[in-house]
């Protein structure tokens, strides 16, 4: 591929920002931000967003352009992410933790028998 030409997939240029591709800018608050762009936006795969709208009573519901042209207000996402606990640590990091604890009280245990 010739230099400094931007990578063709499928209909978007890989390269390009969301605001070239829409014609808005997905930082205005008041802006209809597309599945893709919230995807994008909080770093999930689109399926992700799919799941969360329907098993998260407090996510945001879409404004449909039409029946398959879900949008969602940058603002009330924001919220939505303000109204969630944030921090702690995931449930797998404590499950490994633990396991690597038990893994080193059985060598020490195994050494103070030896």
């Not at 802006?31 to 795969?45: N, P, S």
């Amino acid at each position: 591929m010739p230099p400094g030409r931007p990578e063709r997939t499928g209909r978007r240029h890989v390269g390009t920002s969301d605001e070239a591709a829409t014609g808005t800018s997905i930082t205005d608050p008041l802006a209809l931000i597309t599945k893709r762009e919230l995807a994008h936006l909080l770093a999930v795969d689109p399926w992700t967003v799919d799941r969360w709208r329907k098993s998260d009573p407090s996510f945001p519901e879409p404004i449909w352009l039409s029946g398959s042209t879900p949008r969602w207000k940058r603002l009330d996402i924001e919220r939505w992410l303000a109204s969630r606990e944030t921090g702690g640590t995931s449930p797998d990091w404590n499950r490994t933790n633990r396991n690597r604890q038990q893994r080193r009280s059985q060598a020490h245990e195994s050494e103070a028998d030896a």
